[in-house]
Nanobody, 130 residues
Framework: VQLQAFEGGLVQAGDSLRISCVLS????????MGWFRQAPGTEREFVAA????????????VYADSVKGRFTISRDNAKNTVYLQMNSLKPEDTATYYC????????????????????WGQGTKVTVSS
């Protein structure tokens, strides 16, 4: 399994940006997914997570308080891609964003815990200027 995050960049405060994470090697439908971020000089922190969902569809999602109401995580299993839509961006959102995956979660679990995830992407940098 490999994860690759895309489409980070430089934006201004108040702008929107969508970053993507493509999972290759296995079907995305088998994995619970998460986004984490790390700003320079800080520890990596949880941003958002989405459950892998059951056979009837439907997913649970959870968010860090700092992004709730501004960020939306979604998944397109047909494209093996997870998205993070980021609106009303703030300078404090500046960080390298990492996607993560794990196949051991039950269908309804969206985990906030970094150590729950087995696979990690290389990160995509997002810079928000004031």
């Amino acid at each position: 399994v490999q994860l690759q995050a895309f489409e980070g960049g430089l934006v201004q405060a108040g702008d929107s940006l969508r970053i993507s994470c493509v999972l290759s090697g296995r079907a995305l439908s088998s994995y619970g997914m998460g986004w984490f971020r790390q700003a320079p000089g800080t520890e990596r922190e949880f941003v958002a997570a989405i459950s892998r969902g059951g056979s009837r569809g439907g997913h649970n999602s959870v968010y860090a308080d700092s992004v709730k109401g501004r960020f939306t995580i979604s998944r397109d299993n047909a494209k093996n891609t997870v998205y993070l839509q980021m609106n009303s961006l703030k300078p404090e959102d500046t960080a390298t964003y990492y996607c993560a995956a794990d196949s051991t979660f039950s269908t309804a679990v969206a985990s906030r815990r970094e150590y729950d995830y087995e696979y990690w992407g290389q990160g995509t940098k997002v810079t928000v200027s004031s």
